[in-house]
C-alpha cells in the first residue's frame, strides 16, 4: 500500500526505501534531493494510513531513518512534490477512512433483532 502510494507521489527527486525485511525501492527520477529512509517494521502501513501523523512519529520515535540526504532533504522532496501533485493522497486517505467506518457499523437485519 505504502509502495504503490509513494511510487504515484514521488515524481521528483530519489527516494530509496528500504524495509525491516530487507526490500529497498526507488522512486523518482533522480533529478532533485537525494534521500534514502529505512522503514522499522510495522511503520509502512501506518505510514500509508495517516502519512501527515505518522511522518512525524516514525521519525520521533526512530520507525523512520535517514540513511542518505538529512530531514531538510526529506522536506524538499516532499514538498517539491507535492507542488506538482494534483489529487492530495488526502483525499484517498479519506475515502478509506470513509469505507472503513461504514464497514464497521453496518447494522443488517438479522444482526439488528
Do not use: C
Amino acid at each position: 500500500m505504502l509502495h504503490s502510494m509513494l511510487r504515484r507521489f514521488v515524481r521528483v527527486g530519489r527516494l530509496k526505501v528500504s524495509e525491516a525485511g530487507g526490500r529497498t525501492v526507488t522512486y523518482g527520477d533522480g533529478t532533485g534531493p537525494q534521500v534514502s529512509v529505512h522503514f522499522a517494521k510495522g511503520w509502512g502501513l501506518r505510514l500509508a494510513l495517516n502519512p501527515d501523523l505518522a511522518l512525524g512519529e516514525a521519525y520521533m520515535e526512530r520507525g523512520l531513518i535517514i540513511e542518505e540526504g538529512d530531514l531538510w532533504d526529506l522536506m524538499e522532496l516532499i514538498g517539491l512534490n507535492l507542488d506538482q501533485y494534483r489529487d492530495p493522497p488526502k483525499l484517498v486517505m479519506r475515502l478509506l477512512t470513509y469505507t472503513g467506518r461504514l464497514t464497521q457499523q453496518w447494522n443488517d437485519r438479522s444482526a439488528a433483532r
